[in-house]
């Protein structure tokens, strides 16, 4: 018998609701299979600041630290919440980043899945969507301009002024690059390398890194794609893309293009990995202007648990088995409300019925 333990930080806004949803799914795999799992909640985001006036509290780190993967829900307030809590301590930069830097969780994935099922969803035609669009935005996660010095105060002509510096070493590109080249190898064999070279010396290190680690991939072809141009062609030919490479604020951007593609963040999963130590997200923040209504979508929080299947567990089949769950409650017609209007054709349910449907599903798949 397998036991994992798992840190459970459902942080802030519809966090803990599409939470308790994507723990519900883990106690069938538990059911279905030969492992445990122990749950490890903490406090993590503007919550854990309220409660201890930090965002990333010792205690979460601990129970982080012994945790064999993290699951986290999105974490964040209103912009004018916001305001309450001290730049520096604000749950973005005194959370989540300390939290990426601590276990160097360089390589970010970000499916961006649109199977026939959810086409409906999309805002693009479905001509343009075609038989669906299945692409993995591969994201550095703890370089470039996020993690570079940053500086602020009066400049010699007395004006305020800001400098951030956007640094990589060939060695952070390097790293990424096998992740992205491997997971290519493993799917279509294609690899879309985004920079912005006729600008940026970043990315022309960032190539010239590609390059020399494309020669370990003879069989993956490379297209190189500028990142603005990259942008327009995800709407206008998202299909043509598969697997996608790009620095982190590149990725950042784009990858909530992606959820735009989808016709919404609230589809989109990702999982963030270090040599070490991985942890699970949604890409989108904490909603809080429907929180607590039980009409968010628990997707994004079910696929992390589907990605931490897969990547922590050694568990591909089973996390299969739930993205086919989830779309197969979306195939039979129903939705939540911050995903449809009503009148749309679908059956309106809540956070929890949605839940509840996923977890239905997954049951009456044969376990192999
Ligand atoms: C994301 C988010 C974060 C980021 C924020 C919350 C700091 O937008 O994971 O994409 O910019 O990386
Ligand atoms: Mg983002």
């Known amino acids: 018998m397998k036991h994992y333990k798992i840190a459970v ?30 749950l490890m909640p903490a406090l993590f985001g503007a919550c854990a600041y309220f409660e201890t006036g930090d965002a990333f509290p010792q205690a979460t780190i601990d129970i982080c630290d012994q945790a064999d993967a993290i699951l986290k829900g999105p974490i964040g307030l209103s912009h004018e919440e916001s305001k309450k809590i001290p730049v520096d301590k604000q749950p973005e930069r005194g959370a989540l980043l300390p939290m990426r830097r601590r276990y160097n969780t360089y ?20 001509e343009i969507i075609g ?34 510096t956007l640094e990589y070493d060939e060695e952070q590109i390097r790293r990424i690059m096998h992740e992205a080249f491997k997971l290519a190898s493993k799917r279509r064999k294609l690899l879309h390398n985004i920079h912005k ?11 010239e890194v590609m390059e020399e680690v494309a020669k370990d991939y003879p069989d ?23 697997v996608m490479v790009m620095e982190n604020m590149f990725g950042d951007i784009l990858s909530d293009q992606g959820g735009g593609v ?6 989109m999963p990702s999982a963030c990995i270090g040599p070490e130590k991985a942890y699970y997200e949604p890409s989108h923040g904490s909603a809080p202007d429907i929180a607590g209504k039980n009409i968010a979508n628990p997707y994004s929080m079910i696929g992390s648990v589907a990605m931490m299947l897969e990547n922590s567990f050694d568990m591909a089949a089973e996390a299969k088995n739930v993205w086919a769950s989830m779309q197969g409650v979306f195939a039979d017609g129903y939705s939540t409300a911050d995903l449809s209007k009503p009148g749309s054709g679908v059956t309106m349910i809540s956070t929890v019925e949605f ?12 376990k192999v």
């Open 9 to 38: 930080l459902a942080g802030d806004g519809i966090g803990p609701e599409i939470t308790q949803e994507a723990l519900k799914v883990l106690k069938v795999i538990e059911e279905r299979n030969d492992v445990t799992f122990e």
């Open 355 to 366: 839940g509840d449907k996923v977890v239905e599903k997954l049951r009456q798949i044969p």
């Open 197 to 207: 070279s006729n600008v940026l010396l970043s990315s022309v290190l960032w190539n």
């Open 131 to 164: 038989e669906g669009i299945d692409l993995i935005m591969v994201r550095e996660l703890i370089g470039g301009l996020y993690f570079g010095d940053k500086e602020r105060g009066i400049n010699d002509k007395g004006l305020r002024y800001v400098r951030e």
């Open 220 to 242: 993956v072809e490379v297209v190189n794609y500028l990142v603005d141009s990259a942008a327009t062609a995800l709407c206008l030919k998202p299909t043509q893309f598969d």
């Open 262 to 267: 989808l016709g919404s963040l609230g589809l």
């Open 107 to 126: 390589a970010n994935f970000r499916p961006v899945s649109l199977p026939k099922s959810l086409a409906h969803f999309s805002p693009l035609k479905p």
